[in-house]
């Protein structure tokens, strides 16, 4: 069974808008990751924030992460085109080794 | 090669063949992972390599499914007997270490279509 649950599972929205994605899970966790993927490609890494953490930036990402309601949030602002792609969230349970991912968040960014 | 490595890319097999997809991980990198990822789905956890052990095959379907690894390098994952419910994409990915899993490097994935 899948640890989080993305939401929306899809998202459409014009360059320059922001984007805003979801992510919950069921146990506690050691940190939760954030990953692209593009069209028939493998996954990229976007972001990795610590349970003990609640927010962390990158460039034009924005991630939050609330472990008292077992949840996160990616934000993409102002977004281009190029951000079109499905975005995942993964977890590793607390003495766990490896990554459980949601279903993802389709963004699609309309010219 | 600086990042992970699979083959084939694309695999069409008929029903009842046997197929072996195989994963060149990152130099160094000591854990190795294989996940398969159905058509417009998430990641379903098959298998973890902590160097050539593998301490958890808990996600592997069903008995026709196998894999290894050796050298503490290539990894090879076996499909005996495909089903048609077997077609996916077949994705490794590698970390610098299994312990407090950090980022995950993940290769371009092995389409498997069964006929």
């Known amino acids: 069974s899948q640890q989080g649950e993305e939401d929306p599972q899809a998202l459409s929205i014009q360059e320059g808008e922001n984007a805003t994605m979801n992510c919950s899970y069921k146990t506690s966790i050691n940190n939760l990751q954030w990953y692209r993927q593009n069209s028939g490609r493998g996954l990229v890494h976007l972001i990795l924030i610590r349970s003990n953490e609640r927010e962390k930036h990158s460039g034009r990402l924005r991630v939050t992460l609330d472990t008292s309601k077992k949840s996160s949030s990616l934000l993409i602002t102002a977004s281009r085109a190029a951000d079109t792609a499905s975005y995942f969230c993964a977890t590793d349970a607390s003495n766990d080794y490896k990554l459980s991912f949601g279903a993802g968040t389709t963004v699609t960014v309309r010219a | 090669g600086a990042g992970v490595s699979q083959s084939p890319s694309n695999k069409v097999t008929e029903k009842g063949k046997d197929v072996e997809l195989r994963c060149d991980p990152i130099?160094?990198?000591?854990?190795l992972y294989w996940y398969r990822q159905r058509l417009g789905q998430g990641l379903e956890f098959l298998i973890y390599f902590q160097g050539n052990s593998a301490p958890d095959k808990s996600g592997l379907p069903s008995d026709r499914f196998s894999a290894e690894r050796t050298g503490e390098s290539v990894s090879t994952l076996t499909i005996q007997r495909t089903q048609q419910e077997d077609s996916a994409v077949y994705l490794c990915?590698?970390?610098?270490?299994?312990?407090?899993?950090?980022?995950?490097?993940f290769g371009e994935g092995s389409r498997l279509t069964v006929l």
């Open positions: 990915a590698s970390s610098p270490t299994g312990l407090n899993t950090g980022e995950l490097f």
């Open positions: 130099s160094g990198h000591t854990a």
